[in-house]
Structures are given as structure tokens and as C-alpha cells.
């Protein structure tokens, strides 16, 4: 009896499983009201974390300015610039919003009597200070390139509120201006970073 028992529940057993192997896959399948597909967000892993693009969070009231074809070009070409230097995305930030204090992004060349000086370019750098000609200035990746060296010699820069940073770089006569950059900087990262 206890032979004949033992045989009937590995039976029974064994009609379960192979009934729930094949009525499992199936029924997963079945449209009932109940399991009707829902759309699912799609999440781009790719993007950088905001964390890191803004750590300490932005500082004071954004300004935001749509930008021309011109002026992403320019914002790409501190990003691959950033990138051939070895810095992360938040160098990316600091420089970008730098640039979009100083000129909107926008290559400037001399603008004549409302020149500040003889600042040129994306970051308004002087040839007079010893930041390089008015060729090399005007260059996107060489002014970037120029900007994030200065940039590394700041001790700490990666801890630094971005207008700190900028401004130890820059040295401009309205330090707090570029904090209002920050957001639109690290969008303008978090978009273009991996494209």
C-alpha cells in the first residue's frame, strides 16, 4: 500500500507540473480584461546623473535662452572638448554655463567699441592676459581646452558651487553671474554627453 501511495502522489505530482508547464506560458499570453498590456516608460540609461552634473543643486534664480544651431555646435564642441581633456561632465557644466555668461554661447570676434577689452571667443578670453592668439581664441576646442586647464589647477574645483569654480578661472567682474547658467548647462549635458 505504501509502494502503491508513494506512486499515485509522483503522479499526481507529475500531471501538475507538466500541466503547469504547458498552461504557464500559455495563460502568461492570454488577453483577459484583466492583463491587457500597459506601455511601460522608457528610460534612457545612458544620460549622466543630475547629481553628479549638479551636486549642490543650483543657486539662485535660472536664466534659460533657446539655442541656435550656432550655439549647440558650440555647446557639442565643449563637450567633445571636455571629453579629449579626460574630465567628467561636470567640467562639461562649469565650462558651458562659463560660456553662456560670457557670450551666449557664441563664438564672438571683436565687437569693436562694445569689446570688453580685447576678450574674443566662446569664453571671452583676453590675448593680453596669455590665454593664446586671437585664432587660437576663437576656436572652440582650444578656448575650452584653455578654460579647463585653468580650471584644474583649482583645488577642489569638482567640490565647488560652479560659480566659485568659474569664477576663480575667469576672474570676472560679476562672479555670481554664472551661477544662473547652471541648469540649462547641465541639460544641455545630460542631452549631449552620449551623442
Do not use: C
Not at 502503491?4 to 503522479?11: D, E, H, I, Q
Not at 558650440?74 to 562649469?94: D, F, M, S, Y
Amino acid at each position: 500500500m505504501n509502494t502503491m501511495l508513494r506512486k499515485s502522489v509522483l503522479g499526481i505530482a507529475g500531471l501538475a507540473f507538466t500541466g503547469g508547464v504547458f498552461a504557464g506560458p500559455i495563460a502568461a499570453h492570454a488577453d483577459t480584461p484583466t492583463m491587457q498590456a500597459k506601455p511601460v516608460a522608457a528610460v534612457q540609461a545612458d544620460k549622466p546623473d543630475m547629481g553628479k552634473l549638479i551636486p549642490h543643486g543650483v543657486q539662485g534664480a535660472q536664466s534659460r535662452i533657446d539655442l541656435s544651431d550656432e550655439q549647440t555646435a558650440n555647446a557639442k564642441a565643449i563637450i567633445a572638448a571636455t571629453k579629449k581633456a579626460g574630465l567628467p561632465e561636470r567640467a562639461a557644466v562649469i565650462s558651458i554655463a562659463t560660456s553662456l555668461q560670457e557670450s551666449k554661447l557664441e563664438n564672438l570676434g571683436h565687437l569693436g567699441d562694445k569689446n570688453d577689452h580685447d576678450s574674443l571667443g566662446l569664453f571671452q578670453q583676453r590675448p593680453s592676459s596669455g590665454w593664446g592668439t586671437p585664432e587660437q581664441i576663437t576656436d572652440p576646442e582650444y578656448s575650452t581646452l584653455a578654460f579647463e586647464k585653468g580650471l584644474k589647477q583649482v583645488d577642489g574645483w569638482q567640490d565647488m558651487p560652479l560659480t566659485e569654480a568659474a569664477q576663480t578661472v575667469q576672474v570676472s567682474a560679476y562672479p555670481d553671474a554664472y551661477a544662473q547658467w547652471e541648469q540649462q548647462a547641465a541639460d544641455i549635458v545630460a542631452q549631449h554627453w552620449n551623442s
